[in-house]
């Protein structure tokens, strides 16, 4: 087994508690399905938010996944550059797989499908 990074984002529609804390469950639970993962083969979890995303710590939301209490996880926020991606949430998990680099699953939702259009439909 090798340790791989996956990649996820997605965009919330509100700066608001639990719509931060639902999208990003989604989306961390996504990643894992998509690539077979259970808890245990999660090594850690960062997770960025644009500046505009305030009301709430997303790693709050992967800590309530039923098994994913002792799952590493830190919350940062994204650069802020002119022109980027409002209220976007973005996730890099590492795991430790068999699964080789280019069949990995990279997870993209909401508007975040805007930001690798390369991996549309993978």
């Given amino acids: 087994m090798t340790v791989r990074g996956i990649r996820g984002a997605t965009t919330v529609a509100c700066d608001e508690e639990q719509a931060v804390l639902e999208v ?35 790693a709050k939301a992967v800590r309530t996944i039923e098994g994913w209490t002792y799952v590493p996880v830190m919350c940062m926020h994204e650069m802020d550059v002119a022109g980027g991606m409002p209220l976007c949430i973005r996730v890099l998990m590492h795991a430790n797989t068999s699964i080789g680099q280019k069949d990995i699953r990279h997870v993209y939702m909401n508007d975040a499908v805007k930001l690798r259009p390369d991996l549309a439909g993978q």
């Fill in 24 to 58: 990003t469950a989604q989306l961390v639970k996504q990643m894992a399905q998509e690539n077979n993962l259970l808890p245990d083969d999660i090594a850690s979890v960062l997770i960025s938010t644009t500046v505009d995303v305030t009301s709430a710590f997303p």
